[in-house]
């Protein structure tokens, strides 16, 4: 752009010294310079608006990376910390077998906790690469969905009733590592940004005879219109990292997008037809029965 800038400059000059010639002959030469100036201006303002536009997104790119390390020493410290407290409370102290027995069942809540952050970031690199781990097979939905709710109520330790299923049996030819990863990021979020009595509402259904429609519903304070493409990016969070009471990475909701896109599918965000709370709809490319 200062290349470009400094031979405008000198172009307009020669274009003023010139230009009283036009009178005496020399138009030609005018309206030639003229054309080039006004090529030249136009590839200055061009390169202005993709440094603006490379500016911006480095700026949201340090943000984000910036919010993803807060978030990331966070994930890592929380667990090491309470781990690191019951081992010395444990060596130190006289315990009951109840209260040791408490104290292995937090432990390993924490190690869980490091081991989804890990899980999280592992995933979300091999779906960058491109990676493809297992083959794709033919995978009953309504099956998967049923095995990743016990598990998110296992994690969280709320009865299996919050997680209400309306299941019909659908095929989806796919990876069963990526059809997990995409419905077990989403009742993550579900339960986790649920109300403060959570409940999560979770369908499936045969649209156009062969495409499975999922929709995981919540009954929390849902998302504005105006964030609904951008919680899909890589480390983006709502909010102000050092903030948030509720753990995260901002990876999930990207890995869903990212796995839907590659299993041909799409996914989108709406509010709730009565009530707060967001709905999930993940579309995916389904098989016919072997019944039918």
């Not at 006004?38 to 480095?58: D, E, M, N, P, R």
């Not at 995981?216 to 304070?221: E, P």
């Not at 909701?253 to 009530?275: E, S």
Request: charged residues 25%; contains cysteine.
């Amino acid at each position: 752009m200062i290349v470009l800038l400094i031979v405008l400059t000198v172009g307009w000059v020669l274009l003023a010294v010139f230009g009283a010639l036009s009178e005496t002959g020399s138009s030609a030469f005018y309206w030639v310079a003229l054309s080039l100036g006004t090529v030249f201006i136009g590839l200055l303002l061009l390169g202005v608006v993709l440094y603006l536009v490379l500016s911006i997104k480095a700026i949201n790119l340090t943000h984000r990376q910036s919010n993803f390390i807060d978030s990331v020493t966070h994930e890592l410290k929380s667990p090491i910390a309470s781990m690191k407290l019951y081992l010395q409370t444990l060596t130190r102290r006289s315990l009951s077998r109840e209260e040791r027995s408490d104290f292995y069942c937090f432990m390993l809540e924490d190690v869980e906790r490091l081991d989804l952050l890990i899980n999280q970031v592992l995933d979300a690199r091999r779906l960058e690469s491109g990676r493809a781990d297992g083959e794709v097979e033919d995978v009953p939905l309504a099956d998967l969905l049923r095995q990743c709710a016990e598990a998110v109520c296992l994690r969280y330790r709320v009865p299996k009733e919050t997680i209400e299923l309306d299941l019909q049996e659908c095929i989806v030819p796919a990876r069963q590592m990526d059809l997990d990863m995409i419905f077990r990021n989403l009742l993550d979020n579900a339960i986790k940004y649920a109300g403060a009595e959570p409940l999560v509402e979770v369908s499936l259904e045969r649209a156009a005879g062969r495409n499975a429609v999922v929709r995981i519903c919540d009954n929390g304070r849902g998302i504005p219109h105006k964030l609904r493409r951008k919680i899909f990016g890589r480390f983006v969070r709502l909010g102000f990292e050092l903030q948030r009471e509720k753990p995260g990475t901002g990876l999930g909701l990207y890995i869903v997008r990212t796995a839907v896109r590659r299993l041909r599918g799409r996914v989108r965000v709406r509010d709730r037809d009565k009530g707060p709370g967001t709905v999930f709809e993940v579309r995916l490319p389904g098989k016919p029965l072997a019944t039918e």
